[in-house]
């Protein structure tokens, strides 16, 4: 066959969606270009374990090229995406010279979206990336050694004090690990302070944690934080964000808590490669697709994962890994067939189940009609995380340190990068 009529489908990004598509098309007579910004996939889902020093990087995360070195029809690509020409069929990187292709598939993700307060992002800094968690990671743990330093009570208090704002999967995750860390492993290793005497508060405009969740799993997962130790704070809407606290608004008035270390994980934003596709968005940002995933007036292009707005059976199709799995095979199936000639075929979501960890042996989970917490929940989370983690090596290492924290408390990751002065909080 003359190479140059061998169709020529790019995918941008490689997270879950993008990684599921590269897949699929494997072994197919088509030539495949997958471009990122970074050269490893990342399970997302296991991040703030990074942030908060439960696992090394290398145990979520996997060379892209090393995924796909078999799969000979794929050229991987590392570079930022400055513009996607629809008209043209061009893809523009940084650096590089434009790629022209057949078929496009666009699974560039989301980022964090401080509603319209992007100031904030300096001091209470979100979770997406691996850069993201060491940047988490190196706050918390200086954090306590700011607060070893410390002579004055009142100053010391403000380094002892963590703010989590957002009580979707992400916060409340983080702010459950944290208290962990504070009661438990950070336990004895300092003499100026106690580490329980830590405060660890998790910040929700909403009315409950875990809105995505029914209301009875709601309140065990509140109940279960302050189990943990940490302080539930909901109604509570942020108005200002500082490097010494945040300024918040209840229904009783507006107050101020002192804390140096803020974490964003109140919301996300579409990427912003979707407002360059020359097509309808929604209020969020995410691009308006056909029920095949593809453009309206652009067939050949598809858009999947967190920067898609489909919906099925009139809801809105969740941004969740599983669901970005499930739009990366079928964008894949309906490129095959438009080639082939033959109808592209709807997509259909698949809901397996949420999940949400809370801490240690504490969880909530709806499997269908299926509702659980506790114990039961954290182990179906525990072992659905293991599977799916990309590489037999990566489930390994994550069951060693898993099994070692759970019966030490410890946390051996804590290794901050940079020398002291670096830090520009103090």
Request: glycine share 8%; proline share 4%; net charge positive.
């Amino acid at each position: 066959m003359n190479p140059r009529s061998i169709p020529r489908i790019v995918i941008i990004g490689c997270g879950f969606g993008g990684l599921e598509a590269a897949k699929a098309l494997a072994g197919k007579p088509v030539q495949v270009t997958l471009i990122d910004r970074c050269n490893h996939h990342l399970f997302q889902p296991l991040l703030y374990q990074v942030a908060t020093a439960g696992l090394s990087a290398p145990s979520i995360a996997a060379p892209i090229r090393h995924i796909f070195r078999k799969q000979r029809n794929i050229t991987v690509l590392m570079g930022e995406i400055t513009a996607i020409d629809t008209m043209r069929c061009i893809v523009s990187i940084e650096g590089a010279d434009d790629i022209t292709y057949d078929y496009l598939i666009v699974a560039a993700g989301a980022t964090h979206s401080y509603f319209g307060n992007d100031a904030w992002a300096a001091h209470a800094p979100g979770l997406k990336t691996l850069e993201d968690a060491f940047a988490i990671r190196r706050r918390v743990l200086l954090a306590f050694e700011h607060a070893e330093r410390e002579t004055n009570n009142e100053r010391r208090r403000a380094w002892l004090t963590f703010a989590v704002i957002g009580a979707g999967a992400t916060g409340v995750e983080l702010a459950g690990t944290l208290a962990e860390i504070a009661h438990h492993t950070l336990s004895g290793e300092f003499r100026r302070f106690d580490s329980s005497a830590a405060r660890v508060l998790l910040l929700e405009g909403g009315e409950r944690v875990l809105p995505a969740f029914p209301a009875e799993l709601s309140e065990k997962a509140r109940r279960q934080l302050k189990k943990l130790g940490v302080e539930v704070r909901t109604g509570a809407r942020v108005t200002s964000v500082s490097d010494s606290g945040v300024e918040i608004t209840e229904s009783s008035g507006t107050s101020r808590i002192e804390a140096r270390t803020i974490m964003w994980a109140a919301g996300v934003a579409a990427s912003p490669l979707g407002k360059t596709l020359g097509t309808a968005l929604d209020r969020a940002g995410r691009v308006m697709v056909q029920p095949d995933l593809s453009l309206p007036d652009y067939p050949q292009v598809s858009v999947i994962g967190d920067l898609a707005h489909i919906e099925c059976d009139g809801k809105a199709v969740p941004g969740v890994s599983p669901a970005a799995k499930q739009m990366g095979r079928c964008s894949a199936r309906n490129i095959l067939a438009r080639i082939e000639g033959r109808s592209t075929s709807t997509f259909r979501y698949i809901d397996y189940g949420t999940l949400a960890t809370i801490g240690r042996k504490s969880a909530v989970a709806v499997l269908g009609t299926i509702k659980l917490w506790g114990m039961p929940a954290w182990l179906v989370w525990l072992f659905a995380h293991i599977y799916f983690l990309i590489g037999f090596r990566n489930r390994i290492t994550v069951m060693i340190d898993w099994g070692w924290a759970y019966f030490s408390f410890q946390r051996y990751a804590r290794i901050v990068i940079g020398p002291w002065k670096s830090e520009r909080r103090s």
